[in-house]
């Protein structure tokens, strides 16, 4: 059995891809509201798309040709620019936003409810997403993550990867960057914590763009701690 | 039985007076390290007195005599002007940062966690305190108070009554001000509430001050409800 790690006063975690399944999730909502409407399509496709422009719509806003928008809102505009060549653009507006909410349900990996409940009784646990404060809670409410706190890139006025973001999280927990580790299955962001003073664990979530898709590349010994889930997590942090 | 309310889509709740006990946990905290030392006092009225610093150190700031400076750090200040004259003045760096923490592991009112349980699955339920972010998370930790979320006036850089606090928690939770209710012990916190918008419930807590201590004044049909516990506001929330 490996090593056990000191554990950190504070866990962040990352929330799409990491603790939740929105590939997943989004192929499914979208499939639900097309056999309502007698629609056909590839919703695998749709939800990678539609994650796919979440990463430019930020940089719009970080290079200031949009105003801070909450990610409901940058979710909301991808679906209206891809909607018509997945075959969506007949949807109203009621259809719209409620496939818009499809990222307030999304459903949690198998191991991530047990592995958080452990985690909450070592230590403190947290998001730290660039979803909204309010889809956050939504999502935690729905799926029973027993976050301690909801921390968002919304309350820093700024995305992750931007700094502000990682030393925010550890000045409003009132612990030192290095005290905080974040969790995510996502090498940019865990190289960006790490920048910041954070501690990081890398978890890998093969399923994340749907089975066949492709997993991120780092290098051996870049991270902390490398696991394959949350559960895992736990066993490590001693 | 008395008629139900409509359900606000989120309840904000005041914290110190209105879901812990602040008096008797700093009473008996004070009382509990005062043995270790040796010393006598009156900790019912330290505690009081402590309190009792707390809206003008707040105004400090407000008027631009102190920069933003979390609860915390305004409770050690209050603590460190009334420590002498209270018998404590002997008391070292670590000894006062330890009675400090009294604030953080405050003891719930006998409803407050049955009646949040209930309101939880009725609706979303937060704090709106002055308390700062980290306090209030670990707080919530050590009282095992289920909170969906923590908002707190730090995320504002104002504190209560100042309307940015109201305004900014719906703006938040994504609901309108009209949306959201504040359960407060505190008459001017809900009045303030209501002048920013808000719903309003007020629960009396008789013991807030300690046996024999004053209950604020209000008029009758000032709040939409008046209630005792939280088990009676989730009673009265249809």
Redesign the interface.
Known sequence: MPATLPLPRALAFDVFGTVVDWHGGVRAAAAALAARHGLHGDWAAFANDWRAGYAPAMDRVRRGELPWT?I?GLHRMILDTIAERHGLGGLDEAARAELNRAWHRLPPWPDTVPGLQRLKRQT?I?TLSNG???L???M??HAGLP????VSA??FGHYKPDPECYRGCAR????APGELMLVAAHPSDLRAARAAGLRTAHVRRPLEYGPGGAMPAFEAGEFELVVDSLVELADRLG
């Open positions: 909450p409901d403190t947290t909204n404060f309010s956050l809670t939504a935690a409410k976050w301690d706190c909801i919304e309350l409003l927990l009132d612990v």
